[in-house]
């Protein structure tokens, strides 16, 4: 992306490969995230992310006890190693319970898990996330319906022509489960056709009209961009049906379909683009949700009373082009699981291929939506900041720029024995590269103090003042205090003090302007599991999936808000950020520890 970008910028695909290192290299990138996460739990070669001490070879068994195990009757080492890759989702459960949970599913990861999981952490009822926040983290939400219920279409195993072929005879059970997988990626490409024409008739069609009758829906967006947008979904439909019949044909030839990864290969190109496309035309149309003029609310009115919405927010299809692009490597990756290459030969390596290609596909919208949220929320910014007081002010907008923190606190200014003088409330903007304090001078402007680079501010926790304000008869508002360091040009420094609302806000400003290493041992840490779903709604909080696996860092009673930090087995990175603690459940204590070590080892003699 680049400086200024306007409608046409929005949709041209010649601009839309964003690189973004940073992204890249600290995991914050949410499809990405997102993604993973889905893919670790439909895997059987990798454990969903894990503690750090968990990583490396496992907690619970060591290799020697693996061998041990492994040596009875009744357990053969695939069945074991099942055992262990499930156990590292579930530190808290002995493995006999784990063990249990894949016989009943005949051995398959996916099922157990699953079934464990709805134990340990059972759904909630109706639970819905609000699509308000940023849209990148609000889609990585959104994406858990790639485990909601399959299409409606028979399984493999059910269909007339695989009864009728005798195949249920010739393959394994593995291969049956391959054929399984196959046989949802071409039904659920169905299903995600049906949505994307919804999409078009029940909202972009009606808004397209709306304009050409002179009543546009929201005046935000041009007459022209909705035309983009129509244009783009239609690409986007054309695409699917011919990607689809693609998909059908290999399935029509045989019951017993030997390849589908060249069919992705083929399509690769033509889906990253109109995929990469579509980002505009999604980042566009939640923005006119969030606004929520009063034409939009009448149109999304219709749209939820026809029965094509099958009771469904405008949202859930609205998102739906992004969950299915999420989808393609989960149903690659859980193709590739059942498959080998002494069993399929050459389309083991090609499905490898296929599904790489297919997460560099996602991670390339991710970067697209990044790029078009972070320009988005400068221009936003960039509106209401008044520079007039700022001698050589920095344009706000800025390539690679983004916020990572914003919030009001209370200046003060401090007389001799630690008498408070003066307050005033200002507002607090933390970028990437630049830090940005100034005064609301009204409800749509703002007085801009301070203009200094990141790397000229310090932050420290001001424990004397702290002391002082405690133990004061007099009431003098929050006991919160930080002091801000900033180095001037000409080398002095200037120390700005002020405080926050809670605790947990001063210990989130003073780790963002700051940064130290955590101070605890990761060994004697608490662990937890999310039982509710969080979208963090600030850059410095951590969205949580249910069946997440954290390491609680900091605990904030205050606010009853958690630090934590999710480490992701596959590649050992690390997301750190906060949450409320009524979304986890702590499952691991020392004593714990220790109870689910006995048990494991009584189990395995």
Same mark, same amino acid.
């Given at each position: 992306?680049?400086?200024?970008?306007?409608?046409?910028?929005?949709?041209?695909? =010649?601009?839309?490969?964003?690189?973004? *290192?940073?992204?890249?290299?600290?995991?914050?990138?949410?499809?990405?995230?997102?993604?993973?996460? %889905?893919?670790?739990?439909?895997?059987?070669?990798?454990?969903?992310?894990?503690?750090?001490?968990?990583?490396?070879?496992?907690?619970?068994?060591?290799? *020697?006890?693996?061998?041990?195990?492994?040596?009875?009757?009744?357990?053969?080492?695939?069945?074991?190693?099942?055992?262990?890759?499930?156990?590292?989702?579930?530190?808290?459960?002995?493995?006999?319970?784990?063990?249990?949970?894949?016989?009943?599913?005949?051995?398959?990861?996916?099922?157990?898990?699953?079934?464990?999981?709805?134990?340990?952490?059972?759904?909630?009822?109706?639970?819905?996330?609000?699509?308000?926040?940023?849209?990148?983290?609000?889609?990585?939400?959104?994406?858990?319906?790639?485990?909601?219920? =399959?299409?409606?279409?028979?399984? +493999?195993?059910?269909?007339?022509?695989?009864?009728?072929?005798?195949?249920?005879?010739?393959? !394994?059970?593995?291969?049956?489960?391959?054929?399984?997988?196959?046989?949802?990626?071409?039904?659920?490409?169905?299903?995600?056709?049906?949505?994307?024409?919804?999409?078009?008739?029940?909202?972009?069609?009606?808004?397209?009209?709306?304009?050409?009758?002179?009543?546009?829906?929201?005046?935000?967006?041009?007459?022209?961009?909705?035309?983009?947008?129509?244009? !783009?979904?239609?690409?986007?439909?054309?695409?699917?049906?011919?990607?689809?019949?693609? %998909?059908?044909?290999?399935?029509?030839?045989?019951?017993?379909?030997?390849?589908?990864?060249?069919?992705?290969?083929?399509?690769?190109?033509?889906?990253?683009?109109?995929?990469?496309?579509?980002?505009?035309?999604?980042?566009?149309?939640?923005?006119?949700?969030?606004?929520?003029?009063?034409?939009?609310?009448? %149109?999304?009115?219709?749209?939820?009373?026809?029965?094509?919405?099958?009771?469904?927010?405008?949202?859930?299809?609205?998102?739906?082009?992004?969950?299915?692009?999420?989808?393609?490597?989960?149903?690659?990756?859980?193709?590739?699981?059942?498959?080998?290459?002494?069993?399929?030969?050459?389309?083991?390596?090609?499905?490898?291929?296929?599904?790489?290609?297919?997460?560099?596909?996602?991670?390339? /919208?991710?970067?697209?939506?990044?790029?078009?949220? *972070?320009?988005?929320?400068?221009?936003?910014?960039?509106?209401?900041?008044?520079?007039?007081?700022?001698?050589?002010?920095?344009?706000?907008?800025?390539?690679?720029?983004?916020?990572?923190?914003? #919030?009001?606190?209370?200046?003060?200014?401090?007389?001799?024995?630690?008498?408070?003088?003066?307050?005033?409330?200002?507002?607090?903007?933390?970028?990437?590269?630049?830090?940005?304090?100034?005064?609301?001078?009204?409800?749509?402007?703002?007085?801009?103090?301070?203009?200094?680079?990141?790397?000229?501010?310090?932050?420290?926790?001001?424990?004397?003042?702290?002391?002082?304000? =405690?133990?004061?008869?007099?009431?003098?508002?929050?006991?919160?205090?930080? *002091?801000?360091?900033?180095?001037?040009?000409?080398?002095?420094?200037?120390?700005?003090?002020?405080?926050?609302?809670?605790?947990?806000?001063?210990?989130?400003?003073?780790?963002?302007?700051?940064?130290?290493?955590?101070?605890?041992?990761?060994?004697?840490?608490?662990?937890?599991? /999310?039982?509710?779903?969080?979208?963090?709604?600030?850059?410095?909080?951590?969205?949580?999936?249910?069946?997440?696996?954290?390491?609680?860092?900091?605990?904030?009673?205050?606010?009853?808000?958690?630090?934590?930090? %999710?480490?992701?087995?596959?590649? #050992?990175?690390?997301?750190?950020? +906060?949450?409320?603690?009524?979304?986890?459940?702590?499952?691991?204590?020392?004593?714990?520890?220790?109870?689910?070590?006995?048990?494991?080892?009584?189990?395995?003699?």
């Amino acid at each position: 992306t680049r400086n200024g970008l306007n409608d046409d910028d929005l949709f041209d695909q =010649k601009e839309s490969i964003v690189e973004d *290192d940073e992204n890249k290299s600290n995991g914050w990138g949410v499809v990405r995230q997102g993604m993973q996460w %889905l893919i670790q739990q439909s895997e059987m070669q990798a454990p969903i992310p894990v503690t750090i001490d968990d990583t490396e070879e496992g907690e619970y068994l060591d290799p *020697d006890e693996l061998e041990a195990y492994s040596r009875a009757p009744e357990k053969d080492q695939q069945f074991t190693d099942a055992v262990h890759r499930a156990s590292m989702m579930f530190p808290d459960l002995p493995l006999e319970k784990v063990a249990e949970a894949l016989n009943n599913s005949a051995g398959d990861i996916q099922d157990a898990v699953q079934t464990l999981l709805n134990e340990q952490a059972p759904p909630q009822e109706n639970e819905v996330i609000a699509v308000t926040g940023p849209l990148v983290r609000a889609a990585a939400i959104a994406m858990d319906s790639a485990f909601l219920p =399959k299409s409606s279409e028979k399984k +493999w195993k059910d269909r007339p022509d695989v009864i009728a072929s005798g195949a249920l005879d010739k393959v !394994t059970p593995k291969e049956a489960r391959r054929q399984e997988t196959i046989a949802e990626i071409i039904s659920s490409e169905g299903t995600y056709l049906e949505d994307v024409q919804t999409l078009l008739e029940l909202l972009l069609h009606p808004m397209q009209q709306a304009y050409i009758k002179g009543d546009p829906v929201d005046r935000e967006i041009p007459h022209k961009v909705v035309t983009k947008m129509v244009e !783009t979904v239609e690409a986007l439909e054309k695409t699917s049906i011919q990607f689809s019949r693609d %998909l059908k044909e290999r399935q029509s030839e045989s019951a017993i379909v030997d390849k589908i990864s060249d069919v992705f290969l083929k399509w690769n190109a033509r889906l990253t683009r109109i995929f990469t496309q579509y980002c505009g035309t999604c980042f566009y149309l939640q923005k006119c949700f969030q606004r929520n003029p009063p034409a939009l609310q009448t %149109l999304v009115k219709a749209a939820s009373s026809n029965p094509k919405s099958r009771s469904l927010p405008v949202n859930a299809f609205i998102l739906a082009p992004i969950q299915r692009l999420a989808r393609y490597p989960l149903l690659l990756e859980a193709c590739l699981e059942r498959s080998s290459k002494e069993a399929n030969g050459n389309e083991y390596e090609t499905l490898q291929q296929a599904k790489t290609i297919m997460a560099d596909a996602a991670q390339t /919208c991710n970067n697209r939506l990044k790029a078009l949220e *972070d320009f988005s929320t400068m221009e936003e910014i960039s509106a209401k900041l008044d520079f007039s007081r700022i001698v050589d002010p920095q344009p706000l907008i800025h390539t690679g720029r983004s916020l990572v923190k914003r #919030g009001k606190v209370e200046m003060l200014k401090i007389g001799p024995s630690n008498k408070i003088l003066k307050k005033k409330t200002v507002e607090l903007m933390l970028f990437n590269d630049m830090l940005i304090y100034a005064h609301a001078v009204s409800k749509k402007k703002l007085m801009v103090y301070k203009q200094v680079h990141r790397s000229l501010v310090m932050a420290a926790d001001n424990l004397k003042l702290n002391a002082t304000l =405690k133990s004061s008869k007099k009431k003098t508002g929050s006991t919160h205090v930080v *002091d801000l360091i900033i180095c001037n040009d000409g080398g002095d420094t200037q120390t700005i003090t002020f405080t926050t609302r809670t605790e947990s806000e001063k210990m989130r400003w003073l780790d963002l302007l700051n940064p130290e290493e955590e101070s605890n041992e990761e060994n004697e840490l608490p662990q937890a599991r /999310c039982v509710k779903g969080f979208l963090g709604l600030h850059p410095d909080e951590l969205s949580l999936k249910r069946g997440d696996i954290v390491l609680i860092t900091q605990k904030d009673r205050e606010t009853k808000m958690y630090k934590g930090t %999710l480490v992701h087995a596959r590649n #050992g990175t690390q997301t750190k950020g +906060w949450f409320p603690e009524d979304h986890v459940k702590t499952i691991i204590t020392l004593k714990q520890r220790s109870k689910v070590f006995k048990m494991n080892y009584n189990f395995k003699k």
